[in-house]
């Protein structure tokens, strides 16, 4: 097998054209994957690419780069827009896996059951991309077409993420089997604008409850004008036409019904305090 270290994201594209080379950032979904089979002859390592690192906010929002770990997400100095997006970043596996394991590998793996999709659906983040046709950017919603299914087109890289720059409170909450190093039965991102007691707007997503997370759209309109007082009620009275939850060995399709209408009232009702507390 040959290892790539390319310098610059050019040169990543050029050895990702020549064919045959899977990419490597942190690695963590990647070398579980392979098992006990071969490797594939060639891996490109982008770590040393300039273009895929950094945290930043520019005049369009904030750019997260490919490369990005989840450590840094959780060190970096956000607002509380992001809350949710680093209570999430605290659940991916271990502190060795969020200190190597890469925001964009979490979402080119594509599982359904992945910590970081909901919070980031929540941010409404785009997805950027290059390749030979050139960039593109995508909403994350439309980059992730199933289980273990992207939009990424032959020869292209997620170089960043793209979250617009808005009011609002990020939360983060999942369920599983035990408090840490779970897969999640249920898990739910939220951005929440609260004003005077209000939520002047939402935005609610579900993992783990579908085939990929996903936006609970007539939630978030019903949610518009409540008080904290409201939210158990409006949250029990939702129809959640979104979700298509399934049997498996974490829990029934029932159960994930049942619970996941108490994780959003939670999710959201910590939003309050946490906007509070900035």
């Known amino acids: 097998m040959t290892l790539h270290r390319p310098e610059s994201l050019e040169d990543a594209l050029a050895l990702l054209g020549q064919g045959g080379a899977r990419l490597l950032a942190g690695g963590t979904d990647l070398y579980p994957a392979l098992r006990d089979g071969p490797p594939p002859p060639a891996l490109i390592d982008l770590t040393g690419v300039p273009d895929l690192q950094g945290i930043r906010r520019d005049a369009s929002g904030w750019r997260i780069g490919g490369a990005v770990t989840w450590r840094q997400i959780l060190r970096a100095d956000l607002p509380p827009l992001f809350a949710g997006l680093k209570a999430a970043a605290r659940e991916v596996g271990s502190v060795q896996i969020q200190s190597t394991g890469t925001v964009a590998g979490n979402l080119c793996n594509a599982s359904p059951a992945a910590d970081g999709v909901p919070a980031l659906l929540a941010l409404e983040a785009e997805v950027a991309l290059a390749g030979p046709e050139g960039p593109r950017r995508l909403p994350l919603a439309e980059f992730l077409l199933g289980p273990r299914r992207t939009a990424l087109g032959a020869g292209e890289i997620v170089t960043a993420l793209h979250v617009p720059d808005r009011a609002g409170t990020g939360g983060f909450g999942k369920l599983g089997a035990r408090r840490y ?65 399934i049997d498996d060995v974490r829990a029934s399709a029932d159960y994930r019904r049942d619970a996941v209408r108490p994780l959003i009232h939670d999710t959201l009702h910590k939003t309050l305090e946490v906007s509070h507390v900035a």
């Open 181 to 245: 190093l779970v897969i999640s039965i249920a898990m739910v991102g939220v951005v929440v604008d609260w004003q005077q007691g209000r939520i002047a707007a939402a935005r609610v997503a579900v993992g783990a409850c579908s085939p990929v997370a996903v936006r609970l759209g007539a939630l978030e309109a019903a949610l518009v004008g409540q008080r904290a007082t409201d939210l158990r009620a409006v949250v029990a009275a939702a129809p959640l036409p979104e979700l298509a939850p």
